[in-house]
């Protein structure tokens, strides 16, 4: 078959070494964009986020976005984020920018208003809307069941039915047809999201002007020591194997899906870690008040925080002990963890500006469910971006595809000429903001040098090859 | 010992394309769909088939761009970068330093300068027409190059219709294809029909598309996530399938009427491409469209190689 031994030597070799593969990692050389978090001098500012003046020494990276829900137009509304990082020796601080044409000013979060009613704003809701074409039934077989439609409280069981797959609801289910044959139905519970996405029936959530969820911004960072190869986390009940209104749900919601790892996340919310008097629970002094958070301490200074949570393949955990958003990791310990993870916001001219400090020094009692960050390391984080207004809603969002890296060096920023205008919109009622992004100069200088490189290897060819 | 000749070129571009087919499949096919919420089983198990597939595209690439290296000397760079650029690991963090940085523009720019060599080649022998119909297929890999650099250098997205480009190039490597050799024979009668099946395979995602804006929504979202076409105006994703179809059927024509190593070189060509929509993940796949288009010379230049 060959006539050439060599050919038949290399095929072997090729074949032999690509099964090798399949067993050990072979180092490929990659070209992944990596988030450089330079060394600074200096402090956080987080009164005016972003102001400090080692940011503008430091290029902004800028990460597409994608939907996390393909089928829902609720899903992938921010089409990308700006990020840029910095520590100081002390500290990490990551900078994140993002557009968003109107905020969730008063929009709450239902976990902070369930420990304190006060805790809300006017009319926010969680509410799903069903992709067209569903259709519903009321099963008036079940007499122990009601079902509340377009405000009235029925007896019986909700079925829906959507080309031939049916689904039914649980007891108390409240839906409303809007004129155009819509269906929304209220309440979110996690199973539920299970349910409706698995058959089709999940479309997105429902907005107005008053009906929304708050805006919110999330950081994972993969707490182990290979290379995660997705950052997505499964939908599912409060627990793994959850049984729900006769259904069994296998996953946890918000578990990681790849099997075998755990993540560390940073979640900041404006309806309840955002210092602001937009903010309800701020508003009304939540995070001061050890009585109704159930810690044992408060927020020092009363600054902006973001919830530290922990997620396995098991489940989603709190990293607390009060489990106000989800499971607490623990029942003991932990002391000032909520509050660890400081962070600082503004909104103007359609654009989210959100700045996160974490101190390096993490507790060891914080450390299996927190990051160890430490200078000259790579660590695999990803992004999470939600437009409440727009309908971005609890596992609706926009996330980073899949896990960037970020390495804190040694080295200080590089010389910038990154520059932001605000340029108001002809015709339109809302500003709109026009971020230009320059070519950092010593961008400017590796890319002549990488042309220049090559044109010299090509001029070495050549010479070695003339006739 | 001299390797490079026509059988070591032959079973290589096999194993290249069999290695570019099972990435795309186990490799591309579902890294890019893990993001969503949606449960893919055994997805430990098909990833092990993906390495197998890269490893296969990587190390037949060094033995091909070797061969190459005959006729377009721009290929000995290549199997340099290759074999190198495995080395480069052995550095921590590498891939975060200026100096890789500019190792990566270099690299971009080599592929330049090897589109630029083998047109150079095809005009020279002159193969005028065959470098204006592959000339729409340099411009696509010219316009993937500038996206993959906008990403790495933080620029903001290059708003293009890939798609339109890809259909150009397709519609000249198709009538690249109908040209080549002797226009009507039994062998290219046989080509053109058996390649229908390449058109007709997609035909059902279409019509599934075209009818349901359910199905439309989703597949808007996944063959650009699979493929790396990003699409700006969601309505062209019939139009994308259908361009799909014609590439299939143009590779499988190529190859059918004899002219293997094009065939496989542009598939190589268009699946290592899409990458930059992505920033090209690995240095390999930022070389691999200019060695795919030299792919199209072992033919153009039969007379002229000497191996």
Redesign the interface.
């Known amino acids: 078959m ?3 031994k ?2 038949l030597v ?2 072997i ?3 032999g ?7 050990f ?10 988030i ?1 978090a330079y060394k600074v001098v200096g402090t956080s500012n987080l009164g005016n986020p972003g102001s400090e003046s080692f940011w503008s020494k430091i ?4 990460l ?1 976005l ?6 829902a ?1 609720t899903s ?1 509304l921010v089409k ?1 984020v700006l990020v840029k990082a910095a520590w100081n020796g002390t500290d990490l601080f990551i900078l994140e920018e993002w557009q968003s044409p109107s905020p969730a000013y008063g929009a709450w979060s239902d976990s902070a208003a369930a420990i304190y009613p006060e805790a809300t704003g006017p009319d926010t809701f969680r509410i799903i809307e069903l ?1 067209p ?1 569903v259709t519903y039934k009321l099963l008036t077989n079940y007499t122990n069941y009601v079902s509340i439609i377009n405000g009235k409280t029925e007896t019986g069981r909700l079925l829906l039915n959507y080309s031939g797959i049916t689904l039914p609801l649980p007891n108390d289910t409240q839906i409303q047809t809007l004129p155009n044959g819509t269906i929304l139905l209220y309440h979110s519970p996690r199973p539920l999201e299970d349910l409706l ?1 698995s058959d ?1 029936m999940f479309y997105g959530y429902y907005v107005n002007s008053t009906w929304y969820y708050p805006d919110r911004a999330a950081i994972m960072w993969y707490l182990g020591t290979g290379v995660p ?7 599912g009940g409060k627990v793994p194997d959850q049984t729900y209104d006769g259904f069994t749900l296998k ?1 946890a919601g918000g578990s990681m ?3 075998g790892i755990a993540t560390n996340i940073w979640m900041w919310v404006t309806g309840a870690t955002w210092n602001s008097t937009n903010d309800p629970a701020f508003k009304v002094n939540l995070w001061q008040n050890t009585s109704l958070t159930g810690l044992s301490y408060t927020d020092p200074h009363n600054h902006g925080f973001a919830v530290p949570l922990y997620s396995n393949n098991t489940n989603l955990y709190e990293v607390d002990t009060a489990g106000i958003w989800y499971t607490p990791v623990k029942s003991s310990g932990l002391n000032g963890s909520l509050f660890y993870i400081w962070t600082g916001a503004t909104w103007e001219n359609g654009t989210w500006v959100l700045e996160w400090v974490y101190p390096l020094n993490v507790p060891s009692d914080y450390l299996p469910y927190f990051v160890n960050i430490t200078a ?1 390391k ?1 660590y695999y984080v990803a992004f999470a971006v939600w437009q409440g207004t727009e309908g971005e809603t609890a ?1 609706d969002k926009s ?1 980073s ?2 896990f960037v ?1 970020l ?1 804190l ?1 040694n080295q200080a920023p590089p010389t910038s000429t990154t520059t932001s205008t605000t340029s108001p919109m002809v015709s339109t009622t809302s500003p709109a903001t026009t971020t230009i ?1 320059e ?1 950092p100069f ?2 400017i200088v ?2 002549i ?3 220049i ?3 010299v ?2 001029a070495i ?2 010479l070695l ?1 003339r006739k | ?3 490079r ?1 026509y ?2 070129l ?3 571009v096999f ?1 290249l394309g069999l ?1 570019v087919v099972i990435y795309l499949v186990f490799g591309e096919g579902i ?2 769909l ?4 949606v ?1 893919i089983p055994h ?2 198990i098909l ?3 993906s ?6 595209e ?3 690439l060094i ?1 091909v761009s070797l061969v190459l290296s005959k006729l377009a ?2 290929n ?2 290549y199997s340099g970068i290759l074999i190198g ?2 080395l ?3 550095i ?5 330093t ?1 100096l890789w ?10 592929g330049v ?1 090897g589109l630029g060599e083998v047109t150079y080649l095809l005009i020279k022998n002159k193969r005028y027409l065959s470098t204006v119909l592959l000339s729409p297929t340099v411009a696509l890999v010219l316009v993937l190059y500038y996206t ?2 906008s ?7 290059v708003i293009i219709s890939y798609k339109d480009f890809l259909l150009a190039s397709v519609i000249g490597v198709l009538i690249y294809t109908i040209l080549w050799g002797k226009i009507f024979s039994r062998r290219s009668i046989v080509a053109y029909t058996l390649s229908i099946v390449g058109f007709v395979i997609v035909l059902p995602l279409y019509f599934l598309v075209l009818k349901n804006r ?1 199905l439309e ?2 597949m ?3 063959i650009p ?1 699979v493929t790396g076409v990003i699409l700006f105006n969601p309505y062209s994703i019939t139009i994308l399938i259908l361009t799909f179809g014609l590439i299939l059927y143009t590779v499988l024509a190529l190859a059918i009427k004899g002219n293997y190593y094009a065939s496989i070189g542009y598939l190589a060509l268009l699946v290592a491409g899409f990458n930059a929509t992505s ?6 796949l ?1 070389i691999v469209p200019p060695i795919g288009y030299s792919l199209f010379l072992i033919k153009e230049l039969q007379d002229k190689i000497k191996f």
Do not use: R
């Open positions: 060959f006539k050439s060599s050919a290399i095929a070799v090729i074949l070494v690509s099964v090798f593969a399949m067993f990692q072979i180092p490929y050389a990659q070209t992944s964009p990596t450089v290029p902004w990276v800028n597409s994608t939907a996390n829900i393909p089928n137009p992938g990308y992709t074409g996405y089709g190869s997705q950052d997505c986390m499964n939908l996953y899906a790849e099997s000259n790579i596992f996330i595809p899949s890296t390495e060096v992004v070519i010593t961008d590796v890319t040098a990488g042309v490189v090559a044109i290897a090509v060819l050549a090859y | 010992m001299e390797f000749n059988e070591t032959k079973i290589s194993l290695g890294a890019y893990s993001s969503l919420p449960p997805a430990n990833a092990v088939f390495s197998f597939g890269f490893a296969l990587y190390f037949s033995v000397k721009i000995y760079i650029s495995l480069i690991t052995l921590p963090g590498y891939y975060s200026t940085l500019g190792f990566t523009i270099t690299t971009m720019f080599l300068v993959a650099y990403l790495i250098m933080h620029l903001p997205a359910f929504i989703i808007d979202m996944v996530s920033g090209f993940h690995f240095i390999s930022m």
